[in-house]
């Protein structure tokens, strides 16, 4: 299986652009998390959908990010306008439903800057 | 709502043994885990925990007491590749089930 994966891996952008990042969660996981890391807030946890629906969504910072799941094979996170402080690292992870952990399994994330 | 606190770094000696602590407030437990990252790497899932007690796996063993809120994960055998950040993340109930808070990290240092 090739994992999660993400794209792009790196943005670079200006403030006022929108920015479209991109996931393809593990094949047959029921669940997908997108999160956020930086420095001085660590990693925070954005949505999270289950079955393509989403289920909560109060970790999303403002109303210029939205996350969509069309499908059980794709997910986008998208901000529209960009700020600087939206630099961020980028994860998104999946995990099954059945078993007892589920664990999540993270994609190599999207470094996002700003300027 | 949640919180998480754990050391912010700690050094270590190769071959040692370390532990890393974790201590939780949380309003409807529901699994501890604990995460590998290396450096501009992706987390990497390590252990978990629901039930009180140590959980063993090779090299790596996690304890939870859920009265005391508390964790921690035991590595033994220290290697220079276990350098990175320990992150410990609680999964709470909340309204949906699934809701993960993950704590600052510990970045541990392995030194030969």
């Known amino acids: 299986d090739a994992g999660v994966i993400q794209s792009p891996r790196h943005e670079v952008t200006e403030m006022g652009q929108e920015v479209t990042l991109r996931c393809k969660p593990i094949s047959g996981h029921d669940y997908l998390f997108w999160y956020r890391q930086t420095m001085m807030r660590g990693l925070e946890l954005l949505i999270y959908?289950?079955?393509?629906?989403?289920?909560?969504d109060s970790g999303m910072p403002e109303d210029r990010f939205s996350a969509k799941m069309p499908n059980a094979s794709f997910s986008t996170l998208k901000i529209q306008p960009s700020e600087p402080r939206d630099s961020a690292v980028y994860f998104c992870?999946?995990?099954?439903?059945?078993?007892?952990?589920?664990?999540?399994?993270f994609g190599p994330g999207t470094r996002l800057t700003v300027t | 709502g949640q919180n998480i606190d754990q050391p912010t770094e700690m050094t270590a000696t190769e071959g040692a043994i370390v532990q890393i602590n974790c201590t939780y407030q949380t309003s409807g437990f529901n699994g501890l885990f604990w995460y590998q990252q290396h450096a501009g790497e992706a987390p990497t899932f390590l252990s978990y925990n629901v039930l009180d007690g140590l959980e063993e796996k090779g090299r790596f063993s996690s304890f939870l007491s859920r009265s005391k809120g508390y964790s921690y994960l035991l590595l033994k055998e220290l290697q220079m590749k276990d350098s990175a950040s320990y992150l410990c993340a609680v999964r709470d109930r909340g309204n949906y089930g699934q809701n993960f808070v993950f704590g600052p990290g510990t970045r541990l240092s392995v030194l030969p």
């Open positions: 992870a999946s995990s099954p439903l059945a078993g007892v952990t589920y664990e999540q399994y």
């Open positions: 959908f289950n079955n393509n629906v989403p289920i909560d």
